[in-house]
């Protein structure tokens, strides 16, 4: 992984958010906006490969993503890696960090991202003054929650289909929630064998075996890198599972 600084890029006026764009995010008020411009200290550029956050590090800031994908993830002292979920637009990172002081895990970019940036210090003031956006961070922390909650069903009770279909249903989902589709081309989603592997709990040999199997069976087409989901009920067919019905979400 890289451990270079993230750039800083020119600040982006709240008011002009993209995100702001997306149906599936809910609107602020004046009064919202105003707070979250002031809270917002710039915005930081990552590459691929990046370390965002590093477990054991106390960082004094927040973000929220702008653009890009990334994952959490836990290494074992022998190098083996757990990724615990990914990271969309919309999505606020770091606040674990804030409420135990430190990193409990750590955050890497998977595409080149786009990060606002938050100081950690007026997170009091938010809850103080703002409820309505106090409420929307306890709402992206229990998402997150949820989100774990499957994850754990999945890797403790799939079949290895089962969790393999489960993981692209998922990310398939998240995506288009937050991204238009593109005019010319599939939506991909930007995963390595060793991403799949590393979120499921494979080998790399059991991983390329199962990926192997949904091809075959039309549900995924594999490229270069990444993945074009080809037929999402079946995939929720196989996995037993549906996208929950969030109706518009917050973000900050």
Known sequence: MATSTPAILPRVSCDQCPLRQCRSFRDFSSEELGFVHDFKTGEVSAAQGM????????????????????FRYKILEDGRRQILNYVLPGDLIGLQGHLMEEMQHSIEALTRMTLCIFERDKLPKLFRHHPSLAYDITWLAAREESMLDEHLLSIGRRSARERAAYLFAFLDARVKSVAAP???????????????????????????????????????????????????????????????????????
């Open 51 to 70: 370390s965002i956050m590093v477990e054991g590090e106390r960082n004094p800031q927040l973000y929220t993503v702008l653009s890009g994908w990334g």
């Open 182 to 252: 593109p005019a010319d081309r599939p939506f991909i989603l930007p995963l390595t064998q060793q991403h799949v592997a590393d979120t499921l709990g494979f080998s790399l040999v059991h991983t390329n075996k199962t990926l192997r199997r949904l091809v075959q069976q039309g549900l995924i087409r594999w490229l270069d890198r990444g993945c074009e989901v080809l037929d999402t009920e079946r995939l929720y067919h196989v996995a037993e599972w549906r996208p929950p019905k969030e109706g518009k979400r917050p973000f900050i």
